[in-house]
């Protein structure tokens, strides 16, 4: 769906309106404080139909990356495809764990230790569109120099197939964005950073 930066700048403005208007109301929790987000979208005038559907679709990711970062028993379903009891409403959690588990032989980087902090951190996937993944050079194309900072060299990248941004349930696989580019950070002396970089991951 394309949309003019007014209308970007329109939708993202509703979000917070609708964020900051229920900062007043901390009694609210869960489900309700989810309805209580979609009837402010919903009820405003500015934004067009598809606009609206869009913000609730993107605001149901928000919430099931939230439920699941903080555990909430609440909203447990029994998921028809592993039979776990996911807290995702949109997807299954422990699905999308287990398909990259099953991925892990298909890759491999240079450092064991990095291998293993990608797949701790994949065995801990929340969102679909939030997982950590190692992405071989020869996957960039168009690599071009743009600047470079005290301890790095920047460049832009045309990532061919793009970052997981959904799950499909039927198919129980992560569909990616497509085509796009992207910015790309080479540490120089990364050796020197690497305690702090994985610490901070």
């Keep these: 769906m394309n949309y003019t930066n007014n209308r970007i700048y329109m939708i993202s403005e509703c979000r917070i309106k609708a964020i900051i208007r229920l900062r007043n109301f901390s009694k609210l929790q869960g489900a309700q404080y989810f309805k209580a987000l979609c009837d402010i979208v919903i009820n405003d005038t500015l934004l067009e139909t598809r606009e609206k559907i869009y913000l609730i679709g993107d605001l149901s990711l928000i919430r099931d990356t939230q439920n699941i970062i903080n555990h909430n028993e609440e909203e447990r379903r029994n998921c028809e495809y592993c039979n776990k009891q996911a807290i995702a409403a949109l997807y299954c959690e422990f699905c999308i764990r287990n398909y990259l588990k099953k991925q892990f032989n298909e890759w491999k980087t240079e450092d064991k230790e990095i291998d293993e902090l990608i797949r701790e951190c994949q065995l801990n996937t929340v969102s679909p569109s939030h997982v950590i993944e190692y992405i071989p050079y020869e996957k960039f194309k168009n ?23 959904d799950w499909d349930s039927e198919r129980q696989e992560l569909t990616r964005s497509g085509q796009g580019i992207y910015i790309l950070k080479v540490l120089e002396n990364s050796g020197k950073y690497r305690s702090e970089v994985m610490w901070d991951s």
């Design 143 to 165: 690599v071009k120099f743009v600047t470079s900072t005290e301890n790095s060299n920047i460049y832009t990248a045309t990532w061919e197939n793009g970052p997981f941004i």
